[in-house]
């Protein structure tokens, strides 16, 4: 009996979990390992916090998924990796032995990157805890307005997609709400969308204002209870700070002696094995691909999912698994707070309601193929 360990509720492990519900593995014991007992798709959660979707209509449960792959589903985060025993072990030093591991627990944010972040900011990641947070946040502000208290200031930090959809949706809920709220978004310097073409950040620079978001082109240099400090040396009020910041690595695979690239994400080759252990695999986030590096984006963690399962099934057959290159340009479909959106691919962007509604339908239909 071989045991494969499926580490992470990820984008890319649910795609081998219905995989192997649609196609059972004989004599191989599976087991999915995940802190969170679902799965939130990160492409729906600038709507929910808008307004336009319950929490319910963007996540997957993953104690139905993995029961439907006939697969063990343990609750925990994994924290430490043996590769000369091929165990892994939670936090609570559970071990969880395997033959194989497949790795796809996403990025972690680097709470130490900015001094004060993590003990007066909010972060994105992981998305549970900004989803705990949000609601009892939006409820003290409808409050103080209601009191007749000044407008709160707050501040999203990171000028990727992840940032800038945040902070579009903040303003959008205040503003349909009726909270005064003055949103602003410190992009960092390279401003806004620095991996996207010159259209789409045209756009979202003129979007943003009218949309009732502040920006501010500067690196966060320090954050306090109640304000950021700038970089060039400027300081801006803030009662709320969210950080977006962008994906960082977990610092377990770099211990367990996997090999790392230089961010310390976990190198894999075309067939999403470790370069260093064949028996990993890993996709997603919380990888890289020697020769063919991805912005970190749950557009690439999504396709990576077909080929992994492939590999898997593969490997678990003693077949060789077969060589994957991820597309080289991917379509960003980036909500700006109402129901519009932007589309952005290779340069190229358009945008309006009807970018939206394609949005949605692709967003819906991703959620609704798990969570049954």
Excluded at 170 to 190: D, E, N, S, W, Y
Excluded at 221 to 234: Q, S
Excluded at 321 to 329: A, H, L, S, T
């Amino acid at each position: 009996m071989k045991r494969l360990l499926l580490a992470g509720g990820g984008h890319s492990h649910v795609f081998v979990l219905d995989a192997l519900a649609r196609k059972p593995l004989v004599d191989v014991e599976v087991t999915l390992v995940s802190p969170f007992d679902r799965q939130v798709y990160s492409g729906m959660l600038p709507g929910w916090i808008a307004g336009h979707y319950e929490i319910e209509q963007c996540v997957i449960p993953l104690a139905p998924l993995a029961q439907r792959a006939n697969a063990r589903f343990v609750q925990a985060h994994v924290a430490r990796l043996d590769l000369a025993a091929r165990i892994a072990y939670t936090e609570a030093s559970e071990p969880l032995p395997f033959d194989v591991i497949s790795i796809a627990t996403g990025p972690v944010m680097n709470l130490d990157a900015i001094p004060g972040l993590r003990e007066h900011a909010i972060a994105l990641r992981p998305i549970e805890s900004l989803i705990q947070a949000w609601p009892r946040l939006f409820a003290q502000l409808a409050a103080l307005a209601e009191a007749g208290e000044d407008a709160a200031t707050l501040t999203v930090l990171g000028g990727g997609a992840g940032g800038v959809e945040l902070a579009l949706a903040i303003a959008h809920r205040m503003q349909t709400a009726r909270v005064p709220a003055r949103v602003q978004l410190v992009t960092g310097k390279p401003g806004l969308l620095p991996t996207l073409g010159e259209g789409v950040r045209r756009r979202i620079a003129r979007l943003a204002p009218a949309r009732g978001v502040r920006l501010i082109e500067d690196d966060a240099a320090e954050i306090t209870r109640h304000t950021v400090l700038l970089a060039d040396g400027g300081e801006i009020a803030s009662d709320v700070t969210i950080a977006a910041i962008g994906a960082a690595a977990a610092e377990w695979p770099r211990e367990a002696g996997l090999a790392v690239d230089e961010r310390g994400f976990i190198a894999v080759d075309e067939r999403l094995q470790s370069i260093s252990h064949p028996f990993v695999f890993a996709a997603g986030d919380c990888a890289s691909m020697v020769g063919h590096p991805r912005p970190k984006s749950g557009v690439y963690a999504v396709r990576a999912g077909p080929p992994l399962a492939l590999n898997l099934l593969r490997h678990l057959a003693g077949k060789r698994p077969r060589r994957y290159r991820p597309q080289r340009v991917a379509l960003y479909l980036i909500s700006t707070g109402p129901q519009h959106a932007i589309a952005s691919w290779d340069g190229l962007s358009a945008e309006g309601r009807w970018v939206w509604r394609w949005k949605d339908r692709i967003d819906r239909r991703f959620v609704a193929r798990y969570a049954r």
